[in-house]
Structure formats: structure tokens, C-alpha cells
């Protein structure tokens, strides 16, 4: 699949991120963590400020010591990390039947071509297994994770949630805006970086001709 944002000029799209954000919002946060992301980071995809509070304040966090020595929990801010869906790995294993939901911050990196690999295992599940797989108890077949058997059900389902722009909701469409999503929370700088390449190569580009002409002057009458 060709992705928006690769290739040297490649850049985020706006849309399918915001869409991606809500996916992992109403589904994959109810498991997974991302624990390398701000809620005021949204800003950087679209995202308004009352929007990004109103997103934060839906979570809550525990904080403190007060003066009384006491922790305490209050609702969410921009300024948050975005908030876990369990305390500890004890707590989220023993929600997932012993499995350890990873955290999604930086899955797109973690694994060989991630954007595919992810957009892939998003959408392999309606496969049958061939005859030589003999799925254990309480996995699900989906080729493209090693070994063939996973912990995790179909995480989308058609309709699963509701996009505000029109746009269908089909697995296809939904697993290819959350793989947009987790590639600019992978690299929220790549835009920036990219930029600053080109007009790295650009300054290059010109100063070489510069010091090729100078160097032409200067030689041009010695033979």
C-alpha cells in the first residue's frame, strides 16, 4: 500500500489522522497504552484546544501529594501523558487472560515495515487456517502474526465507530486511518525533519555551484 507520508516529500494526512485518533480512542485504548504521547500533541494533527481538553478530561489520572500528603485523582489535562488503560502489566495481564497488550507509541518502528505490517494484521483476520494449524484455545488465526495465532480478537469490526466527515466506516478504511495515526505518534517530528532535509540539500546544492564556479575562475588560466 502506498502511505501518504513516505517518500522524501511524504506528510501526514490531516484527516485520515484525526479519524485514526478516534479510533484508537473508542477502541484500542480500552487495551492498549500510549505512553509516549501528550494529549496536547493532537494540536500538531488538527485537533483544537477545547477539543484536545474535552478529549483529556474524559480521563482520569491520580496525582499528589496534596498538602495533606495524600494522592488524589482529578480529571485529566492537555499537559498528560495519555492515560493508560490499566495501573501495572499485572493488572492488564490479568484483564487479556495472561496476554501483555503492548503499548502502541512506537509499534510502527518496532516492527519491519510497520505501516503495512500493521495495516495487514488490522485486516487478516477473516482468513481460514489451513489444515496443518491447530489453533490453541482462546487464540484466533491471522497470517500475518508470527506463528499464525494471536491473543487479541478482531479489534474492528464495519460500523465499529462513527466518523463525523462522511467517511465509511469499513475495516479497511478504519485500520488505514489508525495506521496513520500510530505512524505520526511514531514520529510526530517527521514533517519538521523532513523540511529541514530539503533545505539542508537545498543550501548544498547551491553552494557547490558556487565553489565549482569560483574554482573554474580561478584555474581557468592555468593549464
Known sequence: MVWPFEGMFGSFDRQAAQRGAQVYMEVCSACHGLNH????????????E?????????KTVTDGPNDAGDMFERPATPADIFVP???NEQAARASNGGAYPI???LVIKARHDGANYLYSLLTGYNMTPPE?????????????FEGGQIAMPPPLVEGQVEYSDGTKESVEQMA???VIFLQWAAEPEMEHRKS??????????IFTIFFFMVKKRIWKDIK
Not at 477545547?50 to 474524559?58: D, F, T, Y
Not at 529541514?196 to 546544492?205: A, E
Open 176 to 178: 488505514h486511518d489508525l
Open 37 to 48: 504521547l501528550y494529549y496536547r500533541n493532537l494540536k500538531d494533527i488538527g485537533f483544537s
Open 103 to 105: 503499548d502502541l507509541s
Open 85 to 87: 488503560p490499566f495501573p
Open 132 to 144: 496443518h494449524i491447530k489453533l490453541m484455545q482462546g487464540l484466533h488465526y491471522n497470517p500475518y
Open 50 to 58: 477545547a477539543e484536545i481538553k474535552a478529549i483529556a478530561q474524559k
Open 196 to 205: 529541514m532535509g530539503l533545505k539542508v540539500m537545498l543550501f548544498l546544492s
